[in-house]
């Protein structure tokens, strides 16, 4: 929104009173003070109200959607329509007023000061235009920074989890004694953890991506936390087959969730961290029942801010997180449906 306060109180009165002393329609001379201050009032509001008309048409203009792509019948439908209210509104208004109160109109100088008003509207209007673009282009340029750098943050925190040494100790560890007692879990083991780097680096400068995948990449994620944990951990998943493939999702969102809820919450064989992942309409919901470490967890909360501000900017919507005594809720908004 343009902030043309200072403009209108400086330009509107200037206007009024130079253009019709410059075009002669008005006079200081054979007044008295009263008809001077009184006319110069007069004269100032056709302005106002001659400003504002041209303000409203374009703004007008500029809404309508279908002229967007049309640049040149914008301009000339802009200056046309201005020139033409401009030309009527005061030509109308002087006529009506000019009977109430004749001693403050040269009559011979009616179109005069109306083609005055009908040469300057198009250039209050073009003004105003410039100033649309300009103001647009200063804010799509704070987007795009803006979007640069929340993708670049992203990609760190995903370069991050990606080469995070304690991840890749605790799967080497988890790996070691596998290989002495269960081979084939071993080998199901190591397929899993590659296909899991496979996705992080195949994924990694992706802006969304199918629920489907990203469930395939989060079963795979999960087998290797479930080969650590064993029975502590338990996820649900009741989502659709059809939504699948049609549903799309920000890359590593439940991931993230899921990495999240283990970081934060002590569970047992007694009483596993149960997470659930669903679907409806509007969201994909995670949830996961909470026993929150009695020990401090150095945390910023910096994994739900870059995924609340990476869905502001993808889909302009937020995350909905409902912090419950036995339940953390997140709700994630659908991004797209193909078709």
């Not at 020139?83 to 509104?89: E, I, N, R």
């Not at 338990?234 to 059809?242: D, F, G, Q």
Request: aromatic fraction near 14%.
């Amino acid at each position: 929104m343009i902030k043309d306060v200072a403009a209108k109180f400086f330009f509107i009165p200037l206007l009024g009173v130079l253009i019709p002393l410059s075009t002669g329609i008005f006079s200081y001379h054979n007044h008295s003070l009263y008809e001077i201050v009184f006319g110069s009032f007069f004269y100032i509001a056709i302005m106002f109200f001659l400003w504002q008309g041209i303000v409203w048409i374009t703004a007008a203009i500029r809404k309508n959607t279908q002229l967007r792509n049309w640049l040149s019948l914008k301009i000339l439908l802009l200056l046309f329509l201005n020139a033409l209210f401009s030309l009527l509104f005061t030509i109308l208004i002087i006529e009506g007023l000019k009977k109430v109160f004749p001693n403050l109109i040269q009559q011979n100088y009616i179109f005069h000061y109306a083609f005055f008003h009908l040469a300057i509207a198009p250039v209050i209007a073009l003004i105003y235009e410039i100033l649309f673009l300009n103001k647009e282009q200063e804010l799509d340029s704070k987007i795009v920074a803006q979007l640069d750098y929340e993708r670049q943050h992203a990609e760190l925190h995903v370069l991050k989890n990606e080469l995070d040494p304690h991840f890749v100790f605790n799967s080497l560890n988890t790996l070691a004694p596998l290989i002495a007692t269960d081979a084939a879990k071993a080998q199901t083991f190591t397929s899993k953890l590659a296909q899991v780097y496979k996705y992080l680096l195949l994924n990694k400068d992706r802006e969304i991506i199918s629920l489907g995948e990203e469930l395939r990449f989060v079963q795979d994620y999960f087998f290797l936390l479930q080969i650590r944990y064993e029975h502590k951990l338990k996820l649900h998943i009741a989502i659709t087959e059809a939504s699948l493939n049609k549903t799309m999702i920000l890359p590593f969102a439940l991931q993230l969730l899921i990495e999240n809820a283990i970081k934060h919450n002590q569970f047992s064989e007694e009483k596993p961290l149960i997470i659930s992942i669903s679907q409806n309409k509007q969201f994909i919901q995670v949830s996961n029942t909470t026993y929150i470490k009695s020990y401090g967890v150095d945390s910023a909360n910096v994994g739900l801010k870059n995924l609340r501000a990476r869905y502001k900017l993808t889909c302009h919507r937020d995350i909905i997180i409902y912090p419950a005594k036995d339940l953390f809720i997140v709700k994630l908004p659908l991004i797209k449906t193909t078709v």
